[in-house]
């Protein structure tokens, strides 16, 4: 399973940005899929997660200011994500489920400065 996320860029604090990644590839199933983040000196953070069937979870530093959404017939997952901060600046990274394996994609980086 390929992920590719884009979505990624330079957004003013308060703005917003919707970022997605497609999963591709043969003879897969796609579960749970979910959005991490990494800051340059900081662990990897769990951002947000759908499973197969909708439900949600997110972190507390981004609930209330995110969404999270897949359309299963192109096996691609959302994140929208509003009211940005600088400290939400980090690399995005997708993972997904299938078959009871994990995958990464290569992430996409949002910066936040004014």
């Known amino acids: 399973v390929q992920l590719q996320a884009s979505g990624g860029g330079l957004v003013q604090p308060g703005g917003s940005l919707r970022l997605s990644c497609a999963a591709s590839?043969?003879?897969?199933?796609?579960?749970?899929m979910r959005w991490y983040r990494q800051a340059p000196g900081k662990q990897r953070e769990l951002v947000a997660s759908?499973?197969?069937?909708?439900?949600?979870n997110f972190a507390d530093s981004v609930k209330g200011r995110s969404t999270i959404s897949r359309d299963n017939a192109k096996n691609t997952v959302y994140l929208q994500m509003n009211s940005l901060k600088p400290e939400d600046t980090a690399v995005y990274l997708c993972?997904?489920?299938?078959?009871?394996?994990?995958?990464w994609g290569q992430g996409t980086l949002v910066t936040v400065s004014s």
């Open positions: 993972n997904v489920d299938s078959f009871y394996r994990t995958y």
């Open positions: 590839g043969s003879r897969f199933s796609v579960s749970a």
């Open positions: 759908i499973t197969s069937s909708g439900i949600t």
